[in-house]
């Protein structure tokens, strides 16, 4: 196996383990950015999903990732919050504009202007970071545009605000730079200040480079024209492979869309089912409360007027009974004792006429109802209406208290035609009214 093939073998590998190390990560982040940015209609989370999903195509599609990341611009300057987003917005278009004009070989004028822009937001906000990340975004357009010098510039400036997060991608093009300016040891120094840590891609541009550095020294020109083109060769089954599974992912992407779309339904149809039955359930309990509330409220009303109409049923009684004891006639039959008792057909007419006046007419009701009634009969219904005793009955008919009970019961019998022995003649004579 010669050199050449060794050289591509190890770099397939590095290249392969970071693509996989990468791929997973990717995906979980473009698939939450996409759910999030479905489902809530809030735009900063739009801008964020936008720009998220341009990252995820930048290697493979930079041309999608420049339109993703100016629709995500375009949502930003439309509702402003954070500079600090608005120079991060700027500084990935500007490198999105950047890559697509390096493989197209076209102007960088796009990208510098938005760089451009990023810095001066940044330098006027005093925000260190990002001067250091857009520094090193021009850094890299001017490598791109062979202005190593200017790249130099760019890059040692750069380091000298970079934070340890940033250093490594200040010191990569600084140390690019000075390697295409053929700056041999300022290169290998640059990249020796590079702690790659666990970044498996980084430690591979790093070694790579350092062992082009060695090879120059040793003047192996033709050894290292075989190094770049075995590197070219990765690189285009990198990018191919890249666009391949920007494919793969954007068809699984869709689906997975649908998918979600039809679990978002079947969910939202269920919460609704959920909300109408507890909406029902709640108007029901409501109803059997309102009718619960209407009966009791009824029965209060009724209980309260049932209340009233007995206590003015025996106020009612109690005038009568009032009217009635005060007339001499009612005194004359309340006496006592057995003496025999003697009323007077004007005394007779009297009562008579007294208790049609505090009774509706109940007695001439009664002889318009049985026109046929002798008049003992009827004399017999008001003693018996006026609660006399048989015994008193007794003593006004000159008969015994038998023959009193027998002829109410014959006068219930053939007149009223009550055949019932529980029915009292007093209870037949309160449901004639008049």
């Known amino acids: 196996m010669d050199i050449k093939t060794l050289y591509i073998l190890v770099i397939s590998i ?17 698939a939450n950015c996409l759910d999030e940015a479905e489902v809530s209609g809030d735009w900063h989370t739009k801008y964020i999903a936008y720009q998220r999903q341009a990252e995820m195509l930048s290697q493979g599609n930079p041309e999608e990732a420049l339109r993703l990341m100016m629709k995500a611009l375009a949502i930003y300057e ?4 954070d500079e600090h987003n608005y120079v991060i917005l700027l500084d990935y278009a500007g490198t999105y504009a950047a890559q697509v004009a390096y493989i197209n070989e076209g102007s960088y004028d796009e990208a510098l202007d938005y760089v451009n822009r990023a810095y001066d937001i940044a330098k006027h906000r005093q925000m ?19 202005d190593y010098r200017q790249a130099v510039n760019y890059a040692r400036e750069a380091d000298s605000l970079a934070t340890d997060d940033l250093r490594p991608g200040a010191l990569q093009v600084l140390a690019r730079s000075y390697l295409s300016l053929n700056m041999l040891d300022s290169a290998e120094t640059a990249y020796r200040q590079i702690e790659p840590g666990t970044d498996v891609h980084l430690a591979y541009i790093v070694q790579s480079n350092l062992a082009i550095i060695a090879l120059r020294r040793m003047g192996a020109t033709q050894l290292e024209d075989d190094i770049d083109e075995a590197f070219e060769q990765i690189e285009s089954f990198y990018f191919k492979a890249m666009e391949q599974k920007d494919q793969y992912y954007q068809q699984s992407l869709r689906q997975e869309k649908e998918n979600q779309q039809l679990d978002y339904r079947s969910r939202l149809y269920r ?14 309990v409501a109803v059997v409360m309102a009718l619960r509330y209407r009966i009791r409220m009824l029965r209060q009303q009724r209980a ?15 005038l009568q009974n009032f009217i009635l004891e005060r007339t001499e006639v009612m005194q004359k039959l309340n006496q006592s004792g057995d003496a025999l008792i003697t009323l007077k057909p004007h005394e007779w007419t009297e009562i008579e006429r007294t208790l049609n006046a505090i009774d509706s007419n109940r007695f001439a009701r009664i002889r318009e109802l049985y026109p046929n009634m002798q008049e003992d009969d009827i004399r017999l219904c008001i003693l018996t209406r006026l609660g006399i005793s048989n015994r008193a009955i007794g003593n006004i ?27 009292t003649l007093e209870q037949i004579l309160k449901r004639i009214e008049s």
Not at 14 to 30: N, P, V, Y
Not at 398 to 417: E, M, N, P, Y
Request: proline letters at 3%.
């Open 14 to 30: 590095l290249l392969g383990a970071c693509s996989r190390q990468q791929q997973s990560t990717d995906e979980q982040i473009a």
């Open 78 to 81: 439309q509702h402003p919050d």
């Open 128 to 146: 260190p970071d990002m001067m250091c990340q857009t520094l090193t975004s021009l850094a890299n357009i001017a490598w791109a545009r062979e």
């Open 271 to 284: 919460r609704t089912l959920l909300i109408v039955i507890i909406a029902a359930v709640i108007i029901l």
């Open 304 to 318: 309260f007027e049932q209340s009233k109409l007995e206590k003015a049923n025996e106020v009612v009684t109690f």
């Open 397 to 423: 008919y000159c008969i015994t208290i038998s023959a009193v009970q027998h002829r109410k019961l014959k006068l219930k019998k053939d007149v009223f035609g009550e055949s019932n022995p529980d029915v």
